[in-house]
């Protein structure tokens, strides 16, 4: 059924034929196989049902795509690698899914302007790994950066692992290549580090979750490889302690390019699950933290480092990845928890972010709350880019859980969350979102007034409102 707000003024079959003529029968999937696969994220709550899913492979073939939705009042999903958590993606309201997969040319690596240019369709490891090619360095790093598509990344305003020493999605893009609802293609591609020549359209995309315009194009920042990093884990006593690390880097000067923590539960769950999977510590802890520093100079910056956590009382154990092999497994227990509790359980996520100088008042309080709300077959994990004040709050119950009911269950506890996070000033989506899943809650975030100037960009931008209708906010 096409979206409510919206009654398309072409039959099904005569948009299809339309497309078919435009890319060719290859490129526009309407088996139900594909439209299931196609028409779906990784949040898999929300039934895929696209009207059909076209393949474009140009800047001028989705221009043609949306200029005949937007004439014709077809509602349009723009997506990219799938990989979103919280159903950005999903068409499942009769759109046209409009994946951007072919358009993954690499056009250009500028090695003295440090700028790549790319297609919205190129994965992030294609990107990172151009990078590496010359020489240099795409320092946005997530743990789906195989499948992820920089198109899908802009969209969301992605963050990753090395957003503390980097930024995120926003710091890298220099300039973008946007089509319109009207098909218009706005060209935002100059790539200069300064331009304050009028307001920055680009910025105003970046993170829209594909309601304001389809990411065709981007310019991206490079830079310099980092050097000999350096990498450990430590097992810490008490949640106090980890902004207190967090302290003791910045005043040591440490060069920090990662600070994660996970859980006691996730590392369990992550060594069940993962195959190969080890830690490097005898006794259990209650938190870990992984640390990874830059360390250019040639003394033992880490182990000092360490030293001194040690001697505040603020580390129990630590261990240090003593080659490429060790890297790669400690940082694995990190970066496989997502897919190690979608295979442990059924999951409900959470992605919030406080002030750091918050989070401990704040996980004392959900301490308490999650003591007196917990069913006992529900496990509550944590983990996260805790040196970002981001933290993600998985909520895991056994797969033979009726699912209606666990999401009922874990949505009580998670509004007594967003209620608490609120009274702390911060934000229900760190940085996956909004989505499908999400929008009855930005109300704990964003004002009135936020969301009201929202609604009203978006119909400036699209007055049909043919773009990802549903998502972030309804109309
Ligand atoms: C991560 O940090 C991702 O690994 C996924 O943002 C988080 O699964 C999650 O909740
Ligand atoms: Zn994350």
């Known amino acids: 059924m096409p979206h409510k707000h919206l009654s398309p003024k072409v039959m099904r079959?005569?948009?299809?034929?339309?497309?078919?003529k435009l890319l060719g029968e290859t490129y526009v999937l309407t088996g139900e196989a594909d439209l299931k696969a196609w028409g779906t994220d990784w949040t898999k709550v929300f039934e895929p049902k696209p009207l059909c899913v076209v393949l474009p492979s140009s800047t001028e073939d989705?221009?043609?795509?949306?200029?005949?939705?937007?004439?014709?009042?077809?509602?349009?999903?723009?997506?990219?690698?799938?990989?979103?958590?919280?159903?950005?993606?999903?068409?499942?309201?009769?759109?046209?899914?409009?994946?951007?997969t072919r358009m993954s040319k690499i056009m250009a690596v500028d090695t003295t302007g440090l700028t790549l240019t790319a297609e919205a369709g190129v994965t992030t490891q294609a990107l990172q790994d151009a990078a590496k090619e010359n020489g240099l360095f795409f320092p946005l790093d997530l743990a789906s950066k195989g499948t992820c598509q920089i198109g899908g990344n802009i969209a969301t305003n992605a963050g990753?692992?090395?957003?503390?020493?980097?930024?995120?999605?926003?710091?890298?893009?220099?300039?973008?290549?946007?089509?319109?609802?009207?098909?218009?293609?706005?060209d935002m591609n100059v790539a200069l580090?300064?331009?304050?020549?009028?307001?920055?359209?680009?910025?105003?995309?970046?993170?829209?979750?594909?309601?304001?315009?389809?990411?065709?194009?981007?310019?991206?920042?490079?830079?310099?490889?980092?050097?000999?990093?350096q990498l450990a884990i430590m097992a810490v006593g008490d949640f106090i302690s980890i902004p207190k690390i967090l302290a003791v880097c910045s005043q040591k000067s440490a060069s920090v390019t990662a600070f994660e923590f996970f859980t006691e539960v996730a590392h369990k769950i992550v060594l069940q699950r993962l195959p190969g999977a080890r830690t490097p510590f005898k006794d259990i802890s209650p938190f870990y933290v992984l640390l990874e520093i830059e360390q250019p100079g040639r003394e033992p910056e880490l182990e000092e480092l360490l030293e001194a956590l040690f001697e505040e009382g603020l580390i129990t154990d630590a261990a240090i990845a003593a080659n490429s092999t060790q890297f790669k497994e400690f940082w694995g227990l990190r970066e496989n928890i997502t897919e190690s509790l979608a295979a442990h359980g059924q999951v409900r996520k959470n992605d919030i972010s406080l002030a750091i100088d918050k989070l401990d008042g704040f996980v004392k309080a959900l301490q308490v709350l999650l003591l007196s709300k917990r069913p006992k077959d529900m496990e509550?994990?944590?983990?996260?880019?805790?040196?970002?004040?981001?933290?993600?709050?998985?909520?895991?119950?056994p797969k033979t859980r009726d699912s209606k009911d666990f999401h009922a269950e874990a949505r009580e506890i998670e509004e007594g969350v967003f209620k608490l996070l609120a009274s702390f000033k911060g934000s229900i989506s760190a940085e996956h979102g909004i989505g499908l899943t999400k929008k009855k809650d930005l109300h704990f975030t964003r004002t009135d007034s936020e969301v009201s100037w929202m609604r009203m960009t978006k119909k400036m931008w699209d007055p049909k409102g043919i773009l990802n209708p549903g998502k972030i906010f309804d109309l």
């Not at 990753?160 to 706005?186: D, F, M, N, P, W």
């Not at 994990?381 to 004040?389: A, E, M, P, R």
């Open 193 to 229: 580090r300064k331009n304050n020549s009028g307001y920055d359209l680009k910025h105003l995309f970046i993170g829209s979750e594909g309601t304001l315009g389809i990411v065709t194009k981007a310019v991206l920042r490079l830079m310099p490889k980092p050097r000999n990093l």
């Open 380 to 397: 509550i994990v944590f983990f996260g880019h805790i040196g970002d004040g981001n933290l993600h709050i998985n909520y895991v119950s």
């Open 160 to 186: 990753g692992v090395k957003l503390i020493k980097y930024g995120g999605t926003r710091e890298q893009v220099l300039g973008l290549e946007v089509v319109l609802a009207s098909g218009e293609i706005l």
């Open 13 to 20: 079959s005569d948009a299809v034929a339309f497309f078919k």
């Open 62 to 100: 989705v221009s043609k795509i949306l200029s005949y939705c937007n004439t014709n009042e077809l509602a349009v999903t723009p997506s990219g690698g799938r990989t979103g958590l919280c159903a950005g993606a999903v068409a499942s309201d009769g759109e046209i899914v409009v994946n951007l």
